[in-house]
């Protein structure tokens, strides 16, 4: 090996290093999925490369909430197996929920008011945590082709299903929850753990002052699971994000 691409390699490693020892202590803070496959409340919830991909069967196949965060999403794709995907709803643009969109190129992507920049990577995410994981992931911006962005409280008609759409400033400015049936989809806004419901680390969130008007008009809604980004599924989840904690 020449010694100057010798050296720039060692730079980059030694970054890499330097940038997860930095991150790991925030990294650690976010509890670990329930399980690789959540299913109950008649949904079921993929682990894919670091988030949790949400499946809601339709009257001829599913919808997503998330994609999971890299296009090699091989669990997904092994559980949705042959059946179409009529829309996917994103939770937010961070590519650790997105990544994976990109394997339904004819699918429509619908996102929350403002995030279609963070989605298509034309807009670099608020938090450093964010702008600095994308690299490090190494996953390529992507443009969905049918991409929108919902109206906050839009219901969302899909293949016989209704999803209510809202959208939910904080971990991102375009931040969205979705309810379907008696199940809401949170993101990252909050998450799941042992019998609480509480925010994620401080530096995972663009703009955390607005995290408690979100949590506030989320537990004003009627839904009687939680389903998170990254955990699983909270049976009580209106009373658990009634008693929402700040760690
Ligand atoms: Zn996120």
Known sequence: MRRKTKRLLGIGLAGVAGLSIFMWP???????????RIADSGVVGVVETGSIAWIIPTTTGVVLIDAGGSADSQNLQAEIGDRTVHAILLTHGHFDHTAGARNYPTTEIIAGPGESGLVSGTEAAGGWMARMSKPLMGEPDYTPPVLREFIDGEIIEIDGETITAIHVPGHTNGSAA??????LFVGDTVVGRDG?????????????????ASVAKLASLDFEVIADGHVGLHKNGKELLGAFQTE
């Open 196 to 212: 609480y419901v509480s925010e994620l680390p401080k530096p995972l969130y663009d703009d955390y002052a607005q995290v408690p």
């Open 26 to 36: 925030i990294v650690s803070r976010i509890p670990t999925p329930q399980a690789d």
């Open 178 to 183: 979705y309810i379907w049936n008696d199940v």
